[in-house]
Structures are given as structure tokens and as C-alpha cells.
T-cell receptor
């Protein structure tokens, strides 16, 4: 167990819908990363937060947004979902930005 | 931003042989280089990491080397075992203006043949 908790583990939804993925980082970790992993693909960096502030942005679609709350948990919001958004979404946390990142178990999103 | 290239994309070795995976990065400001192992259906897990002030690091059968001048780093696994079969990802952290972008390579699927 990495100490990073992601909910839900599985999510099935229809095209056009909106979903929210939740991540609770390890106790004490200030940095949270979000990644998208499509089937047999690598880890696509979406966004990073540090102590509540957005610090780095990757190839995140405009339909996607995220935030980190004062208690350091983070949410990734995906809207106007398309079939191609089906993927495994990972959250990772680290103490600071350039220390070991621990991954959650991921949320498997299926858009039908 | 940072760009990380990883080769090969697939690698098959006989049990007991060595495996080498190579990565290059683009931004000379990157200073932390972790390697992750991802087994099928599971989360990526750190297996070894190296910082830019170190040239080589070993942990039992696993070693990582870093060449800052050439901007490349490599993972070496010796005496491979079937349980080493997994997808391996290299990564680089670019640190700039308070941001830490952890960028991954596309992964190497390692198969160890018994």
C-alpha cells in the first residue's frame, strides 16, 4: 500500500457526462500529480499541484480541470466525456516536487 | 517542458541474462531521474532513482547510470528472473520556477523467458 488513495476504483459512464476523480495523498506529501494511461500506453502527465497551487501543466484537455484543496486532497474533473477518454487515471504524491512519487491504485474510467 | 525518450519499447531476454534500458532527456535543468516498474494491472512503483550529482547507483541486481553531459541515463538489470517481467518507465523531473514536472518515457515492456 503506497498510502495514496484514489476513489472510485472503477467508473463507467456515458459520453457527454461529467465525472470527478478523487485523490488523497500520503500524509505529509504536498505535491500531487495526475496522469492518464490509455491501454498499452505510457503515463501522460496532466497536471501538478503543490500545497494547493497549480505548478505545472501537461497535455491536459480544456474539458479537464483539477484542484487541490486546503487539506491537500485533489480532484480531477472530466467533462463532456468522449470514448477516447477511457483510460486509467493515476494520482501520485510526493513530499516535495523532486522526491520519490508514490502512485495510487488508479481509477479505471470507461466511457460508453 | 521536459521530453524523455526511452528505448527499446520491448525487450526479451533469457532468464539469467542482463537487460539494459536507455533514456534521454531534453532539459539540462532536470535533476532527478527515477525508474518505475509497472506490473500488469498495478500501479507504477519506484525501483531506483538517481540525482544529477551522482553518476551511478546500485541496488542489488539493479543499477542506474547517468551521463549529464550527454543527457542520458540507463537502467541495468543483471541476472534477470521471470518476476522482472513488467513495463519499466524512466522519468525526469524538471524543476523550474517552483514547478516540478515529472515526465515519463513511453515505457519498455521487458519479458524474461524462463
Amino acid at each position: 500500500d503506497s498510502g495514496v488513495t484514489q476513489t472510485p476504483k472503477h467508473l463507467i459512464t456515458a459520453t457527454g457526462q461529467r465525472v470527478t476523480l478523487r485523490c488523497s495523498p500520503r500524509s505529509g506529501d504536498l505535491s500531487v500529480y495526475w496522469y492518464q494511461q490509455s491501454l498499452d500506453q505510457g503515463l501522460q502527465f496532466l497536471i501538478q499541484y503543490y500545497n494547493g497551487e497549480e505548478r505545472a501543466k501537461g497535455n491536459i484537455l480544456e474539458r479537464f480541470s483539477a484542484q487541490q484543496f486546503p487539506d491537500l486532497h485533489s480532484e480531477l474533473n472530466l467533462s463532456s466525456l468522449e470514448l477516447g477518454d477511457s483510460a486509467l487515471y493515476f494520482c501520485a504524491s510526493s513530499l516535495q516536487g523532486n522526491t520519490e512519487a508514490f502512485f495510487g491504485q488508479g481509477t479505471r474510467l470507461t466511457v460508453v | 517542458g521536459e521530453n524523455v525518450e526511452q528505448h527499446p519499447s520491448t525487450l526479451s531476454v533469457q532468464e539469467g541474462d542482463s537487460a539494459v534500458i536507455k533514456c534521454t532527456y531534453s532539459d539540462s535543468a532536470s535533476n532527478y531521474f527515477p525508474w518505475y516498474k509497472q506490473e500488469l494491472g498495478k500501479r507504477p512503483q519506484l525501483i531506483i532513482d538517481i540525482r544529477s550529482n551522482v553518476g551511478e547507483k546500485k541496488d542489488q541486481r539493479i543499477a542506474v547510470t547517468l551521463n549529464k553531459t550527454a543527457k542520458h541515463f540507463s537502467l541495468h538489470i543483471t541476472e534477470t528472473q521471470p518476476e522482472d517481467s513488467a513495463v519499466y518507465f524512466c522519468a525526469a523531473i524538471y524543476s523550474g520556477a517552483g514547478s516540478y514536472q515529472l515526465t515519463f518515457g513511453k515505457g519498455t515492456k521487458l519479458s524474461v523467458i524462463p
